[in-house]
C-alpha cells in the first residue's frame, strides 16, 4: 500500500512538474509544438529525398509519420529521470525522497508514469497534425487508419510499453545517481541512439551490418512495429507478435534497469554520491 | 567627513493583481565614508528594498537618494564605477572557472587594467585568506570560501559605498568573523562606506558604527548601537515556564510591559519569554499573571539589554514575530 | 578621452565575457562531448533517412545541417537563457550595478560561444562526412564568408532573444525547446525551406525568410553543394549582414527597455532563497 502510495504521490509531483508551471492548455499546447515540428521535419526530409528519386509512396511517408510521433514520447521520457534525479539533488528532494522507507524506485516510477501519461496526448496530437499538415504539403495522403480500432491497438501498444519505458528511467537513472554535472550528457545520447536505432525512421536494414541487428534487440524497436502494424498495416499477426517481443523485451529490461539501479544507489551511497549537488 | 549615502523620503511600493506592497514608506538617512553604517530588521522590513535602490537596481517610487552627490534615478553612470554589492543568499560565479578567473572577469567588468587587478587580487586573497584556493575552480570551494570570493568580488573595483546583504548568513563562526575583521578594515584603512543590511543582531553590535533599525519600511531610530542600547533598551526579565501561554497577550497587556518575545524547546515543552520591562512592578504583575493562568515559572533572570530588547521596546514584539506578522 | 575610456571599457567586458565562456568549455573537455550530442545524431539520422529514400547525395545536406544544429543550439541554451540563469544565481545584478554596457557581455557572450561551439561542429563534420562523403565543390571564401555571417545573424537573434526572456523568467526554458524545434522545421536545416525544393507554400516561405537561419542554410547550402560563386548567394549575403545590424540594434534597444521596466516594477532581480 506504502509503496502504491508512493508511486501515485511521485507521479502527482512529476505531473505537477510536467503540466502546472503555466496554464495546462498552455503547457500542452508548448510540449506538442516541439515533437510535431520534429515529426515534420523528417517527413520533408523524406519527401525531398525521395520525390528527387522518384521513389515517393504515401506508406513510406506514413511509416516516418507514425515512427518519428512514437520516438517523440521516448525521446520525453528519457530525460525524465535525469531531471529527477539531478534537480532533485540541487532541490535536496532526492535525498529526501531516498531515505524514505519505499526510497526513489516508487518515486522514479511515478515521475516516469507522469510523463508517460503527458505525452500520450502529444502522440496523438503530433500524429494527427503532421497527417493533416503532410497531406496539405505533398499532396499525398499518408496511409495511416485512424479507426476505432486502430486506436485501441495503439493505446495497447503504448501500455505495453510502460516496463520498457521504466526499464530506460531506471537505466538512465543508474547513471543520474553519480553525476555531479554534465548530467544532460548519456540521455541525449541515449535518444539520439533510439532514433537510429529503434526503426523510428527507418527499417533495420538501411543499417549497415553488424549494426542493422542492433534493432532487433531493443524493446523499443517492437514498440515502433506494434504501433505500425496498427495505424498502417492493420495486420493482427504482426502487432500480437510484435507486441509479444515488447511484453517480453520490457520486462526483462525493466529487471535488468531495477537491478542496475539498485546497485547505482548502493555504490553511490558509499561514495557519497547520494546528496552530492549538481551544477 | 564626506557623506557618501543619502536618502530623503525615499518610498517604494509594489503593486501586483492581488496587492499592494509598500516596502518602504519614506526613509531619510546620511551615512559617511569609513563607517559601518548597519541597517537592522527583521525579514521583510524593507532592509534588501533599500539596498536594491541604493545600488542602482531599483527606482523609488517617491522621494530620492544620492550616492556621493550623484542621483540614484537619473546618475547611474556615475554611481556604478564606484559601488559593489555581495549577498549571502547568491551563489555568483562561474561554477568551471577558478576563483581568480572569476574575480579577474567581474575585474574587467569595471575596466581594470592587469596591473590593477593583480594587485587588488593579491591584497584581497591575502586578507580574506582565499590564497590557497585562488586558482581552484568555484565548484570545488566550500560554502566558507565562496562567500569570500563572493566578498573579494564587491572589492575588486575599489568601491567607494559597498552594500552587503546579510554578507555572513549559514557561514561558521570562523569565517563569519573572519569577513566581519575584513568589513571593519575596508572602512577604516581605505575609507569606504560599508553599508550593511542584516538581521543579525550579534553581528550589528560587533562592527556597526551606527545601526538604522527598519520596521515595516521605516527607519524608528538611527544611533551607535551604544546609544540605543542607553536610550531604547531595558533591562529584559527572562522567564522559563510551562506550558507556552496561548498567546503572548498575556504578557503584552499588563501595564509596564514593554514588548514581548518568546521561543519554545518542543522537546521540552518549554517555553522562554523575554520580556522587556519598565519597572520592577512589572515583574510581580507577570508572575501574578503566570500563576493565575496555571502556568509553572521553571526559571527567571535579569539580562542586560541587547539590541533585541531595543527593537521588542520600540515595536512591541521581537523578530521572529514581527516576521511572522509579515508573512501573514 | 572619455570615449577612449568608453571603448576600452568595452572591450574588456566583452573579452573578458568571452574568455569566462572559452574557458569553461575547454576547461572541462567533456563540454564537447555533451554538445556533440543532438546535433551529431541529429544529423546522422537524417543522412541516413536520405540514404534510405534511395538519393543519398542529399546526407549532405543533413551533416551541413548538424554543423549548424550545433550552433543553433548554443544559441538557444547557452544565450538565449543565460541571462535568466545568471539572474537565478546572482550574476546578473553584478551586471546591471556595473558600469559595463551590456552590449558588450552578449557580444562577448556571442562570440565565446562560437568558439565554445567549433569543436563540436567540427566533428559532426568529420564524422559526418566520414560515414557519408558527399562530392562538393566550393569556393571556400565564399563559404567562410557566408558561414560568418550567418553565424553573425544567428547570434545576433540570440542577443535578442535573451533580452525577451529575461521577461518570461523560468517558463522561457519551456519556450526554448518550441520555438527551437519549430525554427529547425521552418528554416529548413536539413532540407531547402525557400526556392526551388520547398514543400513550403508561398506564404509560409516569406514567414521563414524571415528568420536567419533560413537565408543562412539556404546560402550555404548554394555555397557548398553547388555552384560556389559569390553571385549565386550575394543576395543572401546582404539579407544576413541587414539582419544581423537590426536584430543587434533592436537586442540592444530591448535589453535597455526591460532594464527600465525592471528598475520601476521591481522585476530585474528574482531570486531562489
Redesign the interface.
Known amino acids: 500500500m506504502r509503496l502504491l502510495k508512493s508511486i501515485v504521490a511521485s507521479a502527482w509531483m512529476g505531473w505537477q512538474r510536467e503540466m502546472e508551471w503555466t496554464n495546462p492548455i498552455l503547457s500542452l499546447f508548448i510540449k506538442t509544438v516541439a515533437p510535431t515540428a520534429a515529426v515534420l521535419s523528417a517527413a520533408i526530409v523524406y519527401w525531398f529525398g525521395s520525390s528527387s528519386a522518384g521513389l515517393f509512396t504515401p506508406e513510406r511517408l506514413a511509416y516516418i509519420i507514425v515512427g518519428a510521433s512514437i520516438y517523440g514520447q521516448v525521446a520525453a521520457y528519457a530525460y525524465v529521470p535525469t531531471s529527477a534525479i539531478a534537480e532533485g539533488k540541487w532541490s535536496n528532494l532526492y535525498p529526501q525522497v531516498y531515505i524514505t522507507p519505499t526510497s526513489s524506485i516508487p518515486y522514479l516510477a511515478g515521475r516516469c508514469l507522469a510523463s508517460f501519461a503527458d505525452s500520450a496526448p502529444v502522440i496523438v496530437i503530433s500524429l494527427f497534425v503532421s497527417y493533416y499538415v503532410s497531406s496539405a504539403l505533398f499532396g499525398a495522403v499518408p496511409l495511416i487508419y485512424f479507426s476505432f480500432d486502430s486506436v485501441v491497438m495503439l493505446a495497447g501498444t503504448l501500455i505495453v510499453s510502460l516496463p520498457a519505458a521504466l526499464a530506460l528511467g531506471y537505466l538512465l537513472g543508474s547513471y543520474s545517481v553519480f553525476v555531479s554535472r554534465f548530467e544532460w550528457a548519456l540521455p541525449s545520447y541515449v535518444s539520439g541512439l533510439l532514433m537510429i536505432f529503434s526503426e523510428a525512421l527507418f527499417p533495420a536494414n538501411v543499417l549497415p551490418y553488424p549494426f542493422s541487428l542492433i534493432p532487433g534487440v531493443l524493446p523499443f524497436t517492437y514498440l515502433m512495429r506494434a504501433s505500425r502494424a496498427a495505424l498502417i498495416y492493420q495486420s493482427w499477426s504482426l502487432y500480437l507478435t510484435s507486441m509479444g517481443y515488447l511484453a517480453l523485451g520490457g520486462t526483462l529490461f525493466l529487471a535488468t534497469g531495477v537491478i542496475a539501479f539498485n546497485l547505482a544507489e548502493k555504490l553511490a551511497r558509499k561514495r557519497g554520491f547520494i546528496d552530492k549537488k549538481v551544477m | 567627513m564626506t557623506t557618501t549615502v543619502q536618502a530623503r523620503g525615499v518610498a517604494?511600493s509594489?503593486h501586483s493583481k492581488t496587492s499592494d506592497v509598500t516596502a518602504l514608506d519614506g526613509v531619510d538617512l546620511d551615512v559617511d565614508e569609513c563607517e559601518v553604517f548597519g541597517v537592522l530588521g527583521p525579514n521583510g522590513a524593507g532592509k534588501t528594498?533599500l539596498i536594491?535602490i541604493l545600488?542602482?537596481?531599483?527606482?523609488p517610487t517617491s522621494g530620492h537618494a544620492t550616492i556621493l552627490g550623484f542621483d540614484v534615478a537619473k546618475e547611474v553612470?556615475k554611481i556604478?564605477?564606484i559601488?559593489?554589492?555581495a549577498?549571502g543568499?547568491?551563489?555568483?560565479?562561474?561554477?568551471?572557472?577558478s576563483a581568480r578567473?572569476n574575480l579577474?572577469?567581474?575585474s574587467?567588468?569595471?575596466?581594470?587594467s592587469k596591473e590593477d587587478f593583480e594587485a587588488r587580487v593579491k591584497s584581497l586573497s591575502s586578507r580574506l585568506e582565499l590564497e590557497k584556493y585562488i586558482d581552484k575552480?568555484v565548484?570545488e570551494l566550500s560554502t566558507g570560501y565562496r562567500q569570500r570570493m563572493t566578498i573579494a568580488?564587491a572589492f575588486i573595483?575599489d568601491p567607494r559605498v559597498v552594500f552587503m546583504d546579510e554578507p555572513t548568513i549559514a557561514l561558521d563562526v570562523m569565517t563569519a568573523r573572519k569577513i566581519r575583521e575584513f568589513l571593519v578594515g575596508e572602512a577604516k584603512e581605505s575609507k569606504r562606506t560599508i553599508f550593511l543590511a542584516t538581521h543579525n543582531m550579534a553581528e550589528t553590535e560587533a562592527i556597526c558604527d551606527r545601526v538604522a533599525i527598519i520596521d515595516r519600511g521605516r527607519i524608528l531610530v538611527c544611533e551607535t548601537p551604544e546609544n540605543l542600547k542607553r536610550i531604547y533598551g531595558r533591562p529584559a526579565h527572562v522567564v522559563e515556564i510551562r506550558p507556552s501561554p496561548p498567546s503572548m497577550s498575556i504578557f503584552t497587556s499588563l501595564p509596564g510591559i514593554k514588548g514581548a518575545t518568546s521561543t519554545l524547546d518542543e522537546e521540552r515543552g518549554v517555553a522562554t519569554v523575554k520580556l522587556v520591562v519598565e519597572d520592577e512592578d512589572a515583574i510581580n504583575r507577570v508572575n501574578m499573571a503566570l500563576s493565575n493562568a496555571g502556568i509553572r515559572v521553571l526559571s527567571s533572570w535579569r539580562q542586560e539589554p541587547t539590541l533585541e530588547e531595543v527593537f521588542v521596546s520600540l515595536v512591541g514584539r521581537g523578530f521572529a514575530e514581527r516576521e511572522h506578522e509579515i508573512a501573514s | 578621452m572619455k570615449l577612449r575610456l568608453n571603448l576600452t571599457l568595452w572591450y574588456r567586458t566583452m573579452y573578458s565575457r568571452a574568455w569566462v565562456r572559452v574557458r569553461s568549455t575547454y576547461g572541462e573537455p567533456l563540454w564537447v562531448a555533451v554538445n556533440l550530442a543532438v546535433p551529431l545524431l541529429s544529423s546522422l539520422a537524417m543522412a541516413l533517412l536520405y540514404s534510405s529514400t534511395g538519393l543519398s547525395k542529399f546526407a549532405g545536406f543533413a551533416i551541413l545541417g548538424g554543423v549548424m544544429l550545433a550552433f543553433w543550439g548554443n544559441v538557444l541554451w547557452s544565450m538565449a537563457s543565460q541571462f535568466n540563469w545568471d539572474k537565478e544565481v546572482g550574476i546578473f545584478e553584478i551586471y546591471l550595478i556595473s558600469p559595463a554596457p551590456i552590449s558588450a557581455v552578449l557580444v562577448g557572450m556571442s562570440l565565446g560561444g562560437i568558439l565554445a561551439t567549433v569543436p563540436s561542429a567540427a566533428l559532426v563534420t568529420i564524422i559526418g562526412w566520414f560515414f557519408f562523403p558527399t562530392p562538393i565543390n566550393p569556393s571556400w571564401t565564399v563559404v567562410l564568408l557566408t558561414f560568418v555571417l550567418t553565424l553573425a545573424s544567428l547570434y545576433a537573434l540570440g542577443m535578442l532573444l535573451s533580452s525577451l526572456y529575461l521577461a518570461y523568467g523560468r517558463e522561457a526554458e519551456s519556450l526554448n525547446n518550441a520555438i527551437g524545434e519549430a525554427i529547425n522545421l521552418l528554416s529548413g536545416l536539413y532540407f531547402p525551406a525557400i526556392g526551388a525544393g520547398s514543400p513550403f507554400p508561398f506564404a509560409v516561405q516569406i514567414v521563414a525568410s524571415l528568420i536567419p537561419l533560413t537565408i543562412g542554410m539556404d546560402a550555404l547550402r548554394k555555397a557548398v553543394f553547388q555552384t560556389g560563386n559569390v553571385s549565386s548567394v550575394w543576395f543572401d549575403l546582404a539579407l544576413l549582414a541587414v539582419m544581423a545590424m537590426v536584430l543587434l540594434f533592436l537586442g540592444d534597444k530591448a535589453l535597455k527597455a526591460l532594464e527600465e521596466r525592471g528598475r520601476r516594477q521591481g522585476t530585474l532581480v528574482v531570486r531562489l532563497k
Request: glycine share 8%; no cysteine; charged share 25%.
Open positions: 517604494r509594489f528594498t536594491r545600488s542602482t537596481l531599483l527606482l553612470d556604478r564605477p559601488i559593489n554589492m549577498s543568499a547568491e551563489r555568483a560565479g562561474y561554477e568551471f572557472i578567473g579577474w572577469f567581474f574587467q567588468l569595471y575596466g581594470a575552480k565548484y568580488r573595483n
